[in-house]
């Protein structure tokens, strides 16, 4: 089991995003899941499944969201109209809904693409109630 030094004033004024994280990387801790990598598990993923449409300056889903999701950065930066991820919620993040096909009909994927398998949609999961890190 891995070891958690916590500091309690260092949480004074902290936003609530870093919180999350927090909390989020001592529930994975407690689970000794094994930590999901933004580098080598999820942005592959994205590459994959998402940039075509998601790449500045000329991808679809870039130009009528503003989402971008070449970069970390942009992950979290979100579209125009909402984040994309919390940290530590995967069941409220968009990214994750519209992995797993549960987002409203206005987010989701588009209908030619096929859906996310199971297996890639659980690592985004993972990756996100883990603390959606960058490494």
Request: glycine share 6%.
């Given at each position: 089991m891995r070891r958690l030094i916590l500091r309690p004033r260092a949480l004074i004024g902290s936003t609530?995003?870093?919180v999350a994280a927090l909390v989020a990387a001592m529930l994975a801790a407690c689970r000794d899941e094994p930590a999901v990598s933004y580098t080598w598990d999820v942005y592959p993923i994205l590459?994959?499944?998402c940039l075509p449409c998601h790449s500045?300056?000329?991808g679809?889903?870039?130009?009528m969201t503003g989402l971008d999701l070449e970069s970390y950065e942009g992950l979290l930066r979100g579209s125009y109209y909402t984040r994309t991820l919390i940290?530590?919620?995967s069941r409220?993040?968009?990214l994750n809904m519209v992995a797993e096909g549960r987002a409203y009909p206005g987010a989701r994927m588009h209908t030619t693409k096929k859906?996310?398998?199971?297996?890639e949609a659980d690592i985004l999961?993972?990756?996100?109630?883990q603390g959606a890190h960058q490494d």
């Open positions: 609530p995003f870093a590459q994959q499944r500045p300056p000329d679809h889903g870039f130009r940290p530590g919620d409220h993040s968009l859906p996310m398998p199971p297996e999961r993972r990756w996100v109630d």
